[in-house]
């Protein structure tokens, strides 16, 4: 979404009229319960946190900057969400979603049974790794690696500074890979 | 002699956050070092394989705006009712007292009706009171 459209919506949600919400929560929803679901690793869960998550940064847009883009906004308000529900134990980090996240692509149908549970295996062994490595890099990663965000915008959603980035993602990834090893995986 | 090679220098190299003369002078280091280009390649793979796990469309097939609409609008309606209920309560009130109807019926229906507002208010205390207190208030499943 374009940024003047979208700071026009925010202009107009601010009047009142909840109807201009509707094309933010849209254009937000796809990458949010990608977020929402590496956080708490289940459907449920994530898509209560999103709801959530998008009423309460309505509520609070007469505190948005509108200099700022809408989107590392939302996420900080969202990812801040799923940590408290998994703090106050509304969720916990489940795995339900591998049988979704397994499901066979139609490409793979071409590459052959065998090349389908090799590849299927690889995603639940990382999966299964993600769930060791804990809250703090697992979102740091699936911020950089599922939504593609740059530095100064994981910055600006974990609240740290620029700096700080590029540490953490190399304790993060340092971790996933000692995690994958430690259940068998091999590295070149 | 040039700055070793931090892993910080690393991810900002996988990631493509350096700038262009920087890039090129860590991608040399990691050319002519068998331990750095080991190293690159492992996270290469790390992130390859993160990056793989994508949502399969789909898994997710309908919106939440249904549901954020409602919790938007609600507050709306909760104003408008109670707003309408107050004004009409106090115009059947207001018609009560100054009709004709004897002073006894008058402080009788009165008592039925404070009455019921005492019950009704100690009750909703009393559960506030329980719901305040309660370890389990945040599990909900």
């Known amino acids: ?188 | 002699m040039s700055d070793p090679i931090t892993h910080d220098d690393l991810m900002r190299f996988l990631d493509g956050e350096l700038p262009p003369g920087e890039h090129a002078r860590i991608a040399a280091a990691i050319d002519s070092s068998t331990e750095l280009s080991r190293e690159v390649s492992i996270y290469r793979a790390v992130k390859g394989g993160f990056q793989g796990l994508s949502f399969h469309p789909g898994t997710y097939h309908h919106s939440v705006w249904d549901q954020v609409e409602r919790h938007l609008t609600r507050p709306i309606g909760w104003i408008l009712l109670v707003g309408g209920v107050a004004v009409w309560t106090g115009y059947g009130a207001y018609v009560f007292a100054t009709s004709s109807v004897d002073p006894w019926e008058k402080l009788a229906a009165g008592a039925v009706v404070i009455g019921v507002i005492l019950l009704l208010t100690g009750v909703i205390w009393e559960r506030y009171r329980e719901w305040l207190t309660d370890p389990y208030r945040d599990v909900y499943r």
């Open chain 1, 1 to 188: 979404m374009q940024p003047e459209v979208e700071r026009e919506l925010i202009r107009k949600c601010r009047t009142g009229d909840a109807r201009f919400y509707e094309p933010l929560v849209r254009a937000y929803e796809p990458s949010g319960i990608r977020l929402a679901v590496a956080m708490l690793g289940n459907m449920e869960d994530a898509h209560d946190a999103l709801q959530d998550a998008f009423v309460k940064a309505y509520e609070a847009l007469h505190r948005f900057d509108l200099r700022r883009s809408f989107g590392p906004w939302f996420f900080q308000i969202l990812r801040n969400h799923c940590r408290d529900m998994l703090r106050s134990r509304q969720a916990r980090f489940k795995l339900e979603v591998l049988d979704e996240r397994l499901e066979l692509r139609p490409a793979d149908a071409e590459k052959g049974p065998e090349r389908t549970r090799e590849r299927a295996a690889a995603k639940e062994l990382l999966w299964r790794a993600l769930e060791r490595i804990g809250e703090e890099h697992r979102e740091i990663l699936v911020l950089k690696e599922l939504q593609g965000f740059r530095y100064n915008e994981i910055a600006q959603i974990l609240d740290i500074p620029e700096g700080t980035v590029a540490s953490r993602l190399f304790h993060a990834r340092r971790a996933l890979k000692d995690a994958l090893e430690s259940m068998g995986a091999e590295f070149p």
